[in-house]
């Protein structure tokens, strides 16, 4: 694994150098781990390149030093989906239905969640990105929801992901409803766990049919917001414009910033 690492940090920092002059945003997007490689889906890639940013995948880290340190060379963060979040990380024993988690990757990504908190750089999680970030500014987690909350709809699609599965009612308030111009969609969706207690500063603004958070944003505190499905999807397989418009935010966002 260090030796893994130790390349990838190598090569990170190469590309990074190379886009040293870059005027476009550089988004860098978390990933999972499996079988000594990396694992990313393109639909992320190709949402942030759509948007107008530059993506960049990070690896993991270990030490908030190392966070900081790509942290420093990127404008925006996404948070991607991926396995459980270990219930240790807010507080709380595993529960039967706990799926897999990989603790690894939980401090990788809490590293870098707190890296670019500290440097006021834009964050969007997405689908267990969401879950994360909401455990790293202080909230918990349902660790499984059909043993958690009752009455629920089916949250774990069979059908691609291009495809909504349920819907979701936004908060006319919202960020998100500023820029999805609805206050009612259908996503899709892959998940069992989802936000219970929503961290300080942060505030719901999407939910399902049965409760179930589906949105968070910490505007105007922090400029973090998170979304419980895969718009990533729906812009890289469907080009849809709406969806669009949740990346074109992320990289307006940080564009804002480089120009301070």
Not at 77 to 95: H, M, R
């Amino acid at each position: 694994m260090k030796k893994t690492f130790l390349t990838s940090l190598l090569m990170t920092l190469c590309c990074l150098a190379a886009m040293a002059q870059a005027t476009k945003p550089i988004v860098g997007i978390t990933t999972g781990f499996s079988n000594s490689m990396y694992t990313l889906r393109y639909t992320y890639i190709e949402s942030v390149k759509q948007a107008g940013g530059i993506p960049l995948i990070l690896p993991f880290v270990n030490e908030a030093s190392e966070a900081a340190e790509f942290v420093a060379r990127i404008d925006a963060l996404i948070v991607s989906g991926g396995a459980d979040v270990d219930p240790v990380e807010y507080g709380e024993e595993p529960e039967r239905a706990l799926g897999g988690v990989d603790p690894d990757r939980d401090r990788a990504e809490l590293l870098f969640i707190e890296a670019a908190k500290q440097a006021g750089k834009p964050i969007l999680g997405i689908c267990r990105g969401h879950q994360i970030v909401n455990v790293a500014f202080g909230g918990s987690l349902i660790q499984d929801i059909g043993s958690g909350v009752r009455g629920s709809i089916k949250h774990g699609q069979s059908q691609p992901g291009k495809y909504a599965s349920h819907s979701i009612k936004i908060d006319q308030s919202s960020h998100l409803y500023s820029l999805l111009k609805h206050d009612s969609v259908r996503v899709n969706s892959f998940h069992h766990q989802a936000v219970k207690q929503v961290a300080p500063g942060f505030k719901v603004v999407a939910t399902a049919p049965d409760g179930v958070v589906e949105a968070i944003e910490g505007f105007p505190t922090y400029d973090v917001n998170g979304v419980q499905f895969h718009p990533e999807y729906f812009v890289a397989d469907n080009k849809d414009p709406m969806w669009l418009n949740l990346f074109r935010d992320l990289v307006e966002r940080a564009a804002k910033k480089m120009k301070r």
